[in-house]
């Protein structure tokens, strides 16, 4: 079964486009959405969050803003959190690459936002990187609410550079040209994809 890596910097399209291979069969999993789940009222990281951040929880789960905030005071918080969270994450990334590995999947396709920067490269057969012009990226993101320039260039200062990021990836889709040609790009990797998965290259 081939292990896929999507990855790309903030605002190039990633999720959309993990979105377009779960549409074309290839199971999905989302880093973010697995945090999310960790996250909500029950969530596995909720009380390890609660001890570590006092005060961080609640009915709701974890509370993003009051986390945010001890982050702030704490400068170990980072480390501390992700000690909790990585954790927790590569159990149920496991479980997932398990169960489709039994139902007999050809390929799944990991969504990781910080795939280079986590060093997590050798971890997968195939790597995709989504990209676009700058201008095209910085557009998309100072669009969503709450954004500034200079969140947004704290953001990429933390994130390896997108022309690194193609240059390491064995497929690259451009999502400047639309939805349309995008899901064909999806469609074009799969379809180089299949054949070597289905020749026993597993």
Not at 64 to 77: I, K, M, Q, V
Not at 135 to 144: F, H, N, S, W
Request: net charge negative; with cysteine.
């Amino acid at each position: 079964m081939k292990l896929i890596g999507l990855t790309g910097s903030i605002g190039m399209g990633k999720s959309t486009t993990a979105n377009m291979f779960a549409e074309e069969g290839v199971p999905v999993f989302d880093a973010d959405a697995a945090v999310h789940a960790l996250y909500a009222p029950g969530g596995d990281a909720v009380a390890e969050i609660e001890a570590a951040f006092p005060g961080t929880t609640g009915s709701q789960g974890v509370d993003r803003t009051r986390l945010s905030e001890a982050l702030a005071r704490d400068p170990a918080g980072f480390e501390k959190l992700e000690a909790i969270v990585h954790p927790l994450v590569a159990a149920a990334r496991e479980s997932f690459i398990e169960e489709a590995r039994a139902a007999g999947c050809w390929a799944v396709l990991l969504d990781i936002p910080l795939l280079f920067e986590s060093g997590r490269e050798d971890a997968f057969d195939v790597l995709v990187v989504v990209s676009a012009p700058e201008d095209v990226q910085r557009e998309r993101v100072l669009a969503r609410p709450g954004m500034t320039v200079e969140k947004f260039e704290a953001i990429k200062a933390r994130q390896t550079p997108d022309h690194e990021k193609r240059t390491r990836a064995d497929f690259v889709v451009d999502s400047s040209k639309g939805l349309a040609d995008a899901r064909e790009q999806v469609k074009r990797i799969i379809a180089v994809l299949r054949p070597a998965a289905n020749d026993g290259m597993n």
